[in-house]
């Protein structure tokens, strides 16, 4: 009797919309991290040019932030797709969606995949002495060093700072009136009909 509790309770879990926005968000927030660091290590291993610049003293890598901003550009493609078909279900203007994704992407992208990440390099680097190019482990013949460690550790920040632009200021859906809302607000107004 209790088995068949958890099952519609699971079943009730998997109807609630804003379940469903949440698990499909995470789903194609991972795929698009996977996207954004595959494109990144392509680029790492395809292109082997360094250009090296001094910033603070310290030697910085300028091939790095390059092939970051390659791999955010194609993550972007990807997500905006993902995100406006799968997640939030929006049937509102491509062009202005698009234009407002990009903009708090840019956020996100000068605040966290360039600004955290050099910080985080730099600090890894010079205060821990772990080399960005050391050797973290391998795996299928790939070598995984630190900078790729401070690539994921990012991807975190970013993911979550993304959801909320995209939840409350991106994806919103027109009510009949003509007026935009925000998919957060309409689910509170689906509540309260029912």
């Known amino acids: 009797m ?6 519609s309770g699971l079943k009730k879990l998997m109807k609630n919309k804003k379940f469903q926005e949440l698990f499909w968000y995470f789903v194609f927030g991972v795929l698009t991290t996977l996207v954004n660091l595959v494109t ?3 680029l790492d291993k395809l292109i082997n040019a360094k250009w090296p610049v001094k910033v ?12 970051n901003v390659i791999a ?17 279900h929006t049937k509102g203007n491509v062009l202005k969606e ?3 994704f990009v903009v708090a992407r840019l956020f996100t992208f000068f605040a966290f995949e360039l600004g955290l990440f050099s910080l985080s390099i730099m600090v890894m680097e010079n205060a821990l002495n772990m080399p960005k190019d050391d050797l973290f482990l391998s795996f299928l013949s790939f070598d995984v060093t630190n900078k790729y460690l401070v690539k994921l550790f990012i991807a975190v920040f970013v993911v979550v700072a993304n959801y909320i632009f995209s939840k409350l200021f991106i994806f ?3 009510k009949p009136d003509g ?4 998919a ?6 689906e509540k309260k009909e029912a």
């Open 2 to 7: 209790s088995e068949n509790k958890e099952v």
């Open 40 to 42: 990144f290590a392509l």
């Open 56 to 67: 603070f003293k310290w030697d910085f890598d300028l091939f790095d932030l390059f092939i």
């Open 72 to 88: 955010w550009v194609v993550a972007i493609v990807f997500a905006y797709v993902t995100n406006k078909l799968f997640v939030f």
């Open 98 to 100: 698009f234009i407002s």
């Open 172 to 174: 919103k859906k027109e």
């Open 179 to 182: 007026k935009e809302t925000s």
């Open 184 to 189: 957060e607000s309409e689910e509170t107004a």
